[in-house]
């Protein structure tokens, strides 16, 4: 009967492990209150908007007609792109529009990183806009996003992710209701203080604020915390839009994760001093909504034997039936392109690459180029 207890007491914890992020932590933000804003009268800060490049050719064209027309709408905004070392001819692409963007040329591969410090180095904006190449941003994007910063103690702006396609697979359909959750999460938590992170989408900072760091680490959740380091709010702008067309295939969608992942712990471990020195609060949706989740895995398998385990106490016939169940679910979800078997088996697949990336990351390993994926 203790073991009967004691499986079912770990097997209630993964659940809970498992569904924290999604489920408990947004119902603890909602809780806490607002911190309102208070902007100041001044002069609007002047931009620099930055993104990095390798073997986009296909979404060039669509990428430099959004630049033209963000630059009409915001004349005195500089475009800065750094080419990865390209073998599409990306690079000449973006060159043969110098009188909208400044190119620099890598001299090889050497990553997103590397490339965002180049560009960084040479912009002359108050404000750093950083977006990839394969994002295009709605025209009133760079105006609204400005504004934000004219409260003095606002150091940096996310924008609002919309993705393209989710209904052109069961991988595209839950990276999309994935995002969905993972932008309300990132509301709220401006709402109540500091966003925990940035992805390379679309956000920004202070140009005073952007730090020095090894090109081995996520640039994009790097740069971003060094906001909340230096004691100044990063925050998040739902109005402004930025949008990307989704993965659709599962083995892209794979190695993104596990590549994301790798980098992801890399970076924790050289934030980490940094990251012992903040608010309680801040400590706390850290560990809520990044933590947690990148060991989602490993609560995915210990709740799985245990409830196994407890299975195989009660009847030897419910745990036969469960796991004929549980195998045929994932059969059918493998060969199945859309419904929830499909969603069940990408879900999964998601935890997999995740924590696959974690213990790459602690074994030492990382990555520190990219490859767009072919399903886009």
């Known amino acids: 009967m203790a073991t009967n207890l004691i499986l079912a007491a770990i097997l209630l914890l993964c659940l809970v492990a498992v569904a924290w992020p999604f489920l408990g932590y947004p119902l603890i933000l909602r809780a806490l209150p607002t911190r309102p804003e208070q902007p100041v009268a001044g002069l609007a800060p002047s931009a620099s908007l930055l993104f ?21 709408r915001y004349p005195a905004l500089e475009c800065l792109a750094f080419d990865d070392g390209s ?33 960084a180095a040479r912009a002359r904006g108050d404000v750093l806009i950083f977006t990839d190449a394969n994002v295009l941003l709605d025209e009133e994007a760079v105006d609204r ?40 999460l990132k509301d709220e938590e401006s709402r109540t203080g500091n966003v925990l992170g940035a992805d390379g989408s679309i956000f920004s900072i202070r140009r005073s604020l952007y730090p020095a760091f090894p090109d081995s680490v996520l640039d994009d959740l790097t740069v971003s915390m060094a906001v ?26 794979y190695r993104r994760k596990v590549r994301i992942a790798a980098r992801a712990w890399h970076t924790h471990s050289h934030l980490r001093p940094q990251l012992r020195q903040m608010t309680v609060i801040d400590r706390f949706k850290y560990a809520s909504r990044k933590i947690i989740r990148w060991f989602g895995g490993v609560f995915i ?28 679910a994932v059969w059918i979800g493998v060969r199945s392109k859309s419904g929830p078997f499909a969603a069940l088996v990408d879900v999964l697949i998601a935890y997999a690459a995740t924590l696959q990336g974690v213990l790459k990351a602690m074994s030492g390993r990382t990555v520190t180029t990219w490859n767009p994926a072919k399903s886009r």
Request: glycine share 10%; charged share 25%; aromatic share 6%.
């Open 52 to 72: 990095c490049a390798y073997n986009e050719a296909d979404t060039m064209p669509d990428k430099l007609a959004n630049l033209a027309m963000l630059k009409r």
């Open 87 to 119: 073998t599409d001819g990306t690079g000449d692409l973006i060159a043969a529009r110098g009188d909208l963007v400044a190119l620099i040329r890598g001299p090889g591969r050497s990553g997103k990183a590397h490339g965002m410090k180049q560009l």
């Open 145 to 184: 996003l400005l504004a934000r910063y004219a409260d003095p103690a606002i150091g940096g702006v996310l924008g609002s992710l919309h993705y393209v396609g989710a209904d052109e697979s069961a991988t595209a359909s839950v990276g999309s209701l994935y995002w969905r959750l993972e932008e309300r």
């Open 228 to 253: 909340v380091f230096a004691g100044r709010r990063l925050v998040k702008a739902k109005d402004v839009i930025a949008r990307e067309r989704l993965v659709t295939a599962r083995k892209d969608e």
């Open 301 to 328: 398998l210990i709740g799985a034997v245990a409830a196994g385990a407890l299975a195989l106490r009660l009847s030897p016939t419910l745990y036969l039936a469960g796991a004929l169940a549980v195998a045929f």
